[in-house]
Nanobody, 124 residues
Framework: QVQLVESGGGLVQAGDSLALSCGASGRTFDNYGVGWFRQAPGKEREFVAV????????YYADSVKGRFTISRDNAKNTVYLQMNSLKPEDTAVYYC?????????????????WGQGTQVTVSS
């Protein structure tokens, strides 16, 4: 069992930056791929970024590519999402999710563990 806790959300203006963190506890985290997803009001949860268990591989949704960076520090059991040049359409609740194994997965239903989410609001 892995417990995930997101932090770092908040209210910012368009063009600003935010850094989200996803802290893990319960089991060894370095065997898990981790993804970030987001869900805006009235919309389905969508993929944002994923990082492999080793941190060597990453993949991004087109909507955030070049603006967001996912990284991890397995010694600290933490995955990060650095968000730059934020836009109002980035407003959503952001979730991190984990699944064991080496595959990098972008579909939400394939993840086993989820955090409670952190709100990101970007004003225009």
């Amino acid at each position: 069992q892995v417990q995930l806790v997101e932090s770092g959300g908040g209210l910012v203006q368009a063009g600003d930056s935010l850094a989200l963190s996803c802290g893990a506890s319960g089991r060894t985290f370095d065997n898990y791929g981790v993804g970030w997803f987001r869900q805006a009001p009235g919309k389905e949860r969508e993929f944002v970024a994923v990082i492999s268990w080793s941190g060597d591989s990453t993949y991004y949704a087109d909507s955030v590519k070049g603006r967001f960076t996912i990284s991890r520090d397995n010694a600290k059991n933490t995955v990060y999402l650095q968000m730059n040049s934020l836009k109002p359409e980035d407003t959503a609740v952001y979730y991190c999710a984990a699944r064991p194994g080496i595959e990098m997965v972008i579909t939400a239903h394939d993840y086993d563990y989820w955090g409670q989410g952190t709100q990101v609001t970007v004003s225009s």
